[in-house]
């Protein structure tokens, strides 16, 4: 079990290293971004940048589908409609992966999850021209900060916005999303998508 939650408590669970000293206010990352928050409320989570890979655009299939099998009826899972298409991501590859960037139905979305702090938050990507989000190896009080690939500002899960970099103060909209057991998605959903394994 131990191995299991190593990436997850690694990504997410670490508040040692911050990245610089923080006086408030405006400040700068040891790498030159300007930021909205105190320097010393950023930590390194341990991995690294992209240590815990996003995921863009994996295969979704059907409920019944054998790529499926993998979600047990009480395992948890964020559902949402995109372009008129209920889609469910489960936790499991949410707890490795952390962000899942998804693209349908006109749609661009990036499904968000911090397994230290519980928040799974879906987001839409116009605000920063539908570029994809990736996992920084940052925490901001325990919380993921997640950048955006294009310009690489920092953006604090649980802020909704840039706090450091080109984009900083952008703020981001949120996507509706529901957190319920596999076995209500499906019941809800029967024609919907979910995240293969």
């Known amino acids: 079990m131990a191995s299991l939650l190593a990436p997850v408590l690694a990504g997410c669970g670490s508040e040692q290293g911050a990245v610089a000293p923080g006086a408030g206010g405006e400040s700068e990352t040891s ?37 499926a099998g993998y979600v047990r009826p009480g395992d948890r899972v964020l559902g949402m409609e995109l372009g008129g298409t209920a889609v469910a991501v489960p936790h499991n590859i949410l707890w490795w992966h952390e962000i899942v960037n998804l693209d349908l139905g006109g749609e661009h979305v990036a499904v968000t999850y911090c397994p230290l702090t519980g928040s799974g ?77």
């Open 121 to 197: 938050l879906v987001f839409d990507r116009s605000a920063v021209g539908g570029t994809e989000f990736g996992v920084s190896g940052l925490l901001f009080r325990s919380n993921l900060i997640m950048f955006d690939e294009e310009t690489e500002s920092l953006f604090p899960q649980m802020m909704r916005q840039a706090a450091c970099g080109p984009e900083r103060s952008q703020r981001l909209r949120l996507t509706p999303v529901r957190e319920m057991r596999w076995e209500a998605w499906r019941e809800l959903h029967p024609d919907g998508l979910v995240v293969s394994d």
């Open 31 to 67: 790498d030159g971004l300007a930021c909205t928050i105190p320097r010393d409320e950023i930590a390194d989570g341990g991995v690294g940048r992209d240590g815990i890979p996003a995921l863009s655009n994996p295969p979704l299939v059907a409920p019944d589908d054998p790529a």
